[in-house]
């Protein structure tokens, strides 16, 4: 098995909804934010390279949205999705499968493209198939008034329009064993519904790709929760279950949105879990 870490563009976001109520004066230790109270935020995707198979996990926005839907997000730095295929060796074609951690437009938005005549819309990956879950589907499809802007339905619909959508399954607990991608998944439900982390099996070695169950290092204490979350104090308890798991069985976890740091550990302390230790991903994948 190989990684490789896919860049598929970095933007910011307002701090105090990355933070809900947590202090300004608290987040900004880890945080710092500019003069327009923006943080910086990484979509780090994650390719696995496994015998014949080539698995992407989230594609961050793409690239369809109009200027002034970018204008709200500050886009900056030289990343996209394909460059970062390129730069391994790899084409959009190549992808077998591409897992959705959730149905967010910063997860799933570059899994879809304009058509050559710009009439409608196609998948990215003609020859992937894409993972969702049959619970999230629906709440992403139906959504609350809550979410709906962030289920975009030009993200969502084609990719069932397609034929291409698989869905995992459910698990009876929090954990859904041996998937048909070959890793488990975490369900998490405080952030959106159904929520799925990847635990992924590398070199003997746990890796959780933490999408948006802890999107910074900053969020590490639990009361940091963002303000995006649909149920926030479901997200505490989800968070500290999860944490500590993590220190229990030694995980090491990838960072999607942390533009500075991309992967940790984190240890037990008088304070809770906190951060242990930082990897660079060329480091921990070679």
């Known amino acids: ?46 390719l696995i390279e496994d015998g014949d198979r080539l698995i992407l996990i989230d594609t961050g926005m793409g690239n369809k949205q109009s200027d002034k839907f970018f204008g709200y997000y500050y886009p900056w730095g030289d990343f996209t999705l394909e460059s ?29 493209q304009w058509n050559k005549e710009r009439t409608g819309y196609e998948p990215v990956f003609k020859n992937a198939q894409f993972w969702s879950n049959e619970d999230h589907w629906l709440w992403a499809t139906q959504p609350n008034r809550r979410e709906k802007a962030s289920f975009l339905k030009e993200n969502i619909l084609p990719i069932e329009e397609s034929g291409q959508l698989k869905h995992t ?25 159904k929520q799925m982390i990847p635990l992924i099996n590398y070199k003997g070695k746990t890796l959780a790709f933490m999408a948006d169950l802890l999107p910074t ?59 242990n230790e930082t990897f660079k991903t060329e480091d921990f994948f070679n």
């Open 1 to 46: 098995m190989n990684l490789y870490p896919i860049q598929a563009g970095n933007f910011k976001l307002d701090g105090g909804a990355m933070f809900g109520v947590v202090p300004k004066s608290l987040w900004q230790r880890t945080n710092p934010a500019d003069a327009n109270n923006m943080i910086d935020i990484a979509a780090r995707c994650l």
């Open 84 to 112: 970062s295929l390129k730069k391994y060796g790899f084409h959009p074609d190549d992808i077998t499968d591409v897992f959705l951690t959730h149905l967010h437009f910063d997860h799933c938005g570059g899994a879809i």
């Open 169 to 193: 399954g459910i698990p009876e607990g929090v954990i859904l064993k041996n998937s048909a991608l070959d890793f488990d998944i975490f369900f998490a439900n405080g952030h959106t519904d």
């Open 217 to 275: 290092v900053g969020h590490l204490p639990l009361p940091f929760v963002m303000g995006y979350d649909t149920r926030p104090l479901l997200t505490l308890d989800e968070k500290e279950a999860f944490l500590n798991m993590a220190v229990d069985q030694n995980w090491y976890l990838f960072l999607e949105h942390d533009a500075h740091n991309e992967i940790i550990t984190v240890k037990h302390t008088e304070k809770g879990v906190r951060l």
